[in-house]
């Protein structure tokens, strides 16, 4: 989407707005709002004009500094306008990989009075990918004594878009001898599974060649092929066999690579080199041999790499034992990811509020605290506590928001500035933490009077003082700061009329030196 000079085109899609919920802080204003659009919108353009569906005048924009608070800017808030932009590329399969609702939630600070408005934008799929098979040609070794009806299963195409604009469907084209069929992984991952319609004779054809496409549900739909190229071979009586169907297996995350996860065993009645198996993985994610090793003579599989249970908490592993014949068994292999507390928690300051002045009343809010921590269950439960002080004090606001506010009376003159330090404990066993530390200014108020060095002055002047002569100079001192601090003189009561003492004495406003105003 293009912006025209001095405007932007609003972008026309579903908007949702969720007016009921409650506000950080008392008031009519709602906590969520929530919007839809489509991924990859250009750069600046509008989603939807977030100060009016927060109920903020336009005019008052400038003394609110509406502004995003989020980890990574997708968006941005045209400050004059209130209008919520795009601000970076927006990528749903980057973002939000195969997850079924892509969810970016972030919030809006307002100030004066400061409030925090929670913003979910969903980003919806367009068909912007299309189905790919990991190689453009699959060679297979069927045995000629293979008996119609036993299936083969292929490895499947990938589409990284989600839903209808998903990977939906597999055509094989005709064949006399090859049917096809669609299964579904735990996961619910689809993948092609070729059946044997037809007894195959090698002596009247040694290959077959098919072509299997793999179509999504989007309009138009997209498509990807490869080739299926089939030798026939000479019989091998006894395809290998798994102890088991499907294994499960737990692992905490923190397992050290090379750690051993289990051994899968598969028997081949037949003798000789017939017998020899061989293990590999089959039809699994990229991600399962980034994370684990198999041996392809023993069948142990191993960790690989460092398992992390905020980025997966599950893998399926499809393992396949084959003997030199080609014929072929698989097995299923769950493993379940342990959360394991090692995330410490994460604390920022989202907006802080110095100088304060000193007159603040208990319960002035300071600053916005928020915390995060990628752990599960107690692990990412999170405390936030300031240590040491007793004039502040942390008050849980929504979600993981914390308000910083003053809990006694602040003295300027006393302690004219502050280094809280904010920590986050989570749950774990033993618990993590993290602190930082906000430095606080206190302002000055006019909350002193002068302060005389002497409550009273005895002077003692010469008869015949020459007319301006300085007798006394009186010292005041103020511990207030600027114009509050500084101190001017004047007499301000006498047991003369004024005019008279005029005649007499006066005082210097800013040194309070006391002249003689006649000889004496």
């Known amino acids: 989407m293009k912006a025209s000079a001095g405007r932007r085109r609003l972008v026309q899609w579903p908007q949702v707005l969720l007016p009921f919920l409650l506000s950080l802080f008392p008031g009519a204003l709602p906590d969520q709002i929530r919007y839809s659009i489509p991924?990859?919108?250009?750069?600046?353009?509008?989603?939807?004009?977030?100060?009016?569906?927060?109920?903020?005048?336009?005019?008052?924009?400038?003394?609110?500094?509406?502004?995003?608070?989020?980890?990574k800017e997708y968006f941005t808030v045209n400050p004059d306008s209130g209008d919520l932009l795009v601000g970076d590329r927006i990528d749903r399969e980057q973002i939000c990989g195969k997850q079924p609702l892509c969810i970016l939630d972030f919030d809006t600070v307002a100030e004066n009075p400061l409030n925090?408005?929670?913003?979910?934008?969903?980003?919806?799929?367009?068909?912007?990918?299309?189905?790919?098979?990991?190689?453009?040609?699959?060679?297979?070794?069927?045995?000629?004594?293979t008996k119609p009806g036993t299936t083969f299963p292929l490895d499947p195409a990938l589409d990284s878009d989600v839903g209808p604009n998903s990977l939906q469907r597999y055509h094989l084209n005709?064949?006399?001898?090859?049917?096809?069929?669609?299964?579904?992984?735990?996961?619910?991952?689809?993948?092609?599974?070729?059946?044997?319609?037809?007894?195959?004779?090698?002596?009247?054809?040694?290959?077959?060649?098919?072509?299997?496409?793999?179509?999504?549900?989007?309009?138009?739909?997209q498509s990807g092929r490869t080739q299926i190229l089939i030798q026939v071979t000479d019989a091998n009586d006894n395809p290998p066999v798994f102890s088991q169907d499907v294994y499960r297996v737990t692992l905490r995350e923190d397992v050290p690579p090379g750690f051993f996860v289990l051994q899968v065993t598969a028997t081949d009645e037949d003798e000789g080199i017939n017998a020899?198996?061989?293990?590999?993985?089959?039809?699994?994610?990229?991600?399962?041999?980034?994370?684990?090793?198999?041996?392809?003579?023993?069948?142990?599989?191993?960790?690989?790499?460092?398992?992390?249970?905020?980025?997966?908490?599950?893998?399926?592993?499809?393992?396949?034992?084959?003997?030199?014949?080609?014929?072929?068994?698989?097995?299923?292999?769950?493993?379940?990811?342990?959360?394991?507390?090692?995330?410490?928690?994460?604390?920022?300051?989202?907006?802080?509020?110095?100088?304060?002045?000193?007159?603040?009343?208990?319960?002035?809010?300071?600053?916005?605290?928020?915390?995060?921590?990628?752990?599960?269950?107690?692990?990412?439960?999170?405390?936030?506590?300031?240590?040491e002080n007793a004039k502040f004090i942390l008050k849980s606001s929504s979600k993981n928001y914390y308000k910083l506010v003053t809990?006694?009376?602040?003295?300027?003159?006393?302690?004219?500035?502050?280094?809280?330090?904010?920590?986050?404990?989570?749950?774990?066993?033993?618990?993590?933490?993290?602190?930082?530390?906000?430095?606080?200014?206190?302002?000055?108020?006019?909350?002193?009077?002068?302060?005389?060095?002497?409550?009273?002055y005895m002077i003692h002047v010469a008869e015949n003082n020459p007319p301006g002569a300085s007798v006394v100079q009186i010292s005041a001192s103020d511990p207030d700061l600027g114009p509050n601090g500084q101190v001017s003189y004047s007499i301000v009561a006498s047991d003369l009329e004024p005019q008279e003492l005029l005649s007499y004495v006066s005082v210097s406003a800013q040194s309070g030196v006391v002249f003689a105003q006649r000889a004496f």
Do not use: M, W
């Open 407 to 456: 809990d006694g009376a602040l003295d300027r003159e006393e302690t004219p500035e502050y280094n809280l330090t904010i920590t986050a404990t989570d749950g774990g066993k033993p618990p993590l933490s993290s602190s930082i530390i906000v430095t606080l200014h206190i302002s000055d108020i006019n909350d002193n009077a002068p302060i005389f060095q002497q409550n009273s």
């Open 174 to 221: 005709d064949d006399e001898y090859f049917d096809l069929a669609e299964k579904q992984t735990p996961d619910g991952r689809k993948y092609p599974e070729l059946i044997l319609k037809h007894s195959l004779d090698r002596e009247e054809h040694i290959f077959h060649q098919l072509v299997l496409t793999a179509l999504d549900g989007g309009d138009p739909p």
């Open 39 to 71: 991924e990859e919108l250009a750069k600046n353009s509008v989603v939807g004009n977030v100060a009016k569906d927060l109920g903020l005048s336009v005019r008052d924009l400038p003394a609110r500094k509406l502004r995003i608070s989020a980890e």
């Open 116 to 145: 925090i408005f929670h913003i979910a934008v969903i980003v919806q799929d367009i068909n912007d990918n299309t189905p790919l098979f990991k190689q453009s040609k699959i060679d297979l070794k069927i045995v000629e004594s």
């Open 276 to 387: 020899e198996i061989t293990y590999s993985f089959h039809n699994v994610d990229e991600q399962v041999k980034h994370f684990f090793n198999l041996n392809e003579k023993t069948g142990e599989i191993k960790t690989k790499g460092d398992l992390d249970f905020e980025t997966a908490n599950s893998y399926t592993l499809s393992i396949e034992a084959k003997d030199p014949g080609d014929l072929a068994a698989h097995c299923i292999i769950q493993v379940e990811i342990l959360d394991e507390n090692d995330c410490a928690p994460e604390v920022t300051v989202t907006s802080v509020f110095t100088p304060l002045p000193e007159d603040s009343p208990p319960g002035t809010i300071i600053a916005l605290i928020k915390t995060r921590d990628r752990d599960s269950g107690e692990n990412g439960e999170v405390y936030c506590q300031v240590l």
